[in-house]
């Protein structure tokens, strides 16, 4: 069983969550409700829950504040919140798991497998969420969960991304390269305003990281560790465009 809490200001949002948490989770324990960020703080140290559910605006201050006052996160965070477009891009770009308001069953039963999935680096994950909220600027860094934990990436440091069937390869400026648990799909938006293009279906790139573009042979980028990325013929144009704008 997974020990869990909620903390949020409207009662009427527990009570649905415990409501769902029963009929559809029933591997989740709920061990403890708190209303704000002073008693939810109390609440995680006397109970120490395995998971917990928090709100972003509450009467007495946000869900942020409670994780910046609490001295360690041993613990998976699944924020709740009715719709904070900032927050919720933070909330990607630290792999922090989210619901939307009002929860769909389906999406919380989605957070509770994630949760069974998980992998080490929540405190990390939080401190990088933490900085981007503070700094509402163009997030700098990026979460990308492997199978044995989440690593914390500076963005301009990735030269390009590729398809592996669900995962997802990032290969890095120093040679390394890291495999995701997480499709190139799901990159491709988070990274459009870093200047990085989908130029094939199988291939995300960073067009700062960009060599030469190659015409003949079917055309293809050169990217600064040299390799070699195919550019589908829909792309060639837009690509072109954008190289010339650089």
Do not use: W
């Amino acid at each position: 069983m997974i020990k869990a809490i909620i903390i949020d200001d409207v009662q009427q949002a527990i009570d649905t969550l415990k409501e769902d948490l029963s009929t559809y989770c029933s591997d989740v324990e709920l061990v403890g409700e708190a209303e704000g960020v002073v008693s939810g703080a109390k609440l995680i140290k006397k109970v120490q829950p395995e998971l917990v559910f928090l709100d972003i605006q509450m009467q007495d201050g946000s869900g942020f504040d409670l994780l910046e006052i609490l001295p360690e996160i041993n613990f998976k965070v699944i924020f709740t919140t009715a719709s904070d477009a900032f927050a919720i891009k933070a909330f990607r770009f630290s792999a922090i798991d989210y619901l939307l308001k009002p929860v769909d069953p389906d999406e919380l039963v989605e957070a509770i497998q994630k949760y069974h999935e998980g992998t080490k680096g929540q405190q990390e994950s939080v401190d990088l969420l933490l900085d981007t909220v503070k700094d509402r600027t163009r997030p700098k860094k990026l979460a990308l969960h492997t199978l044995e934990k989440i690593h914390i990436t500076e963005i301009k440091d990735i030269v390009r991304c590729e398809s592996s069937g669900n995962y997802t390869t990032f290969y890095f400026l120093d040679g390394q390269k890291l495999l995701v648990t997480k499709t190139l799909k799901d990159f491709d938006k988070l990274l459009e305003e870093h200047q990085f293009i989908r130029v094939h279906q199988s291939h995300l790139v960073n067009l700062q990281l960009i060599k030469e573009y190659i015409k003949t042979e079917g055309g293809y980028i050169v990217m600064q560790d040299g390799a070699e990325v195919p550019v589908s013929v829909r792309k060639k144009p837009i690509v072109i465009k954008l190289l010339d704008q650089l």
